[in-house]
Nanobody, 128 residues
């Protein structure tokens, strides 16, 4: 299984970006997908996750309604729509996959070690 994240870039505060995560070598419909981010000098933190069929989502506390995670299993892709971006959102964003058929949010969803496959990061830079 391989994950390819894309869509990062430079945006002004208040702007929007849409990140994409495409899976190859596996059936996306069998995986929970999470987005994490890591800023320089900081630990990797949980951004959002979505269950295998898109019915259930979870977000990090800092999202505050600004981000939306979604998926299109037919396109083998998961998306992170980020609106009202702030300079503190600047980070490398990673998507990750865990083989899971969860139908509810569990406490381990935000735990990076629970995900078996990781894509490379896509850099999001938000200028003030």
């Amino acid at each position: 299984v391989q994950l390819q994240a894309s869509g990062g870039g430079l945006v002004q505060a208040g702007g929007s970006l849409r990140l994409s995560c495409r899976m190859s070598g596996g059936a996306l419909s069998q995986y929970r997908i999470g987005w994490f981010r890591q800023a320089p000098g900081q630990e990797r933190s949980f951004v959002a996750a979505i269950n295998f069929n898109g019915d259930v989502t979870s977000y990090g506390h800092f999202v505050e309604g600004r981000f939306t995670i979604s998926r299109d299993n037919a396109q083998k892709s998961v998306y992170l729509q980020m609106n009202n971006l702030k300079p503190e959102d600047t980070a490398d964003y990673y998507c990750a996959a865990d083989l899971s058929m969860d139908t509810t949010v569990y406490s381990w969803w935000p735990v990076a070690d629970e995900y078996d496959y990781w894509g490379q990061g896509t850099l999001v830079t938000v200028s003030s």
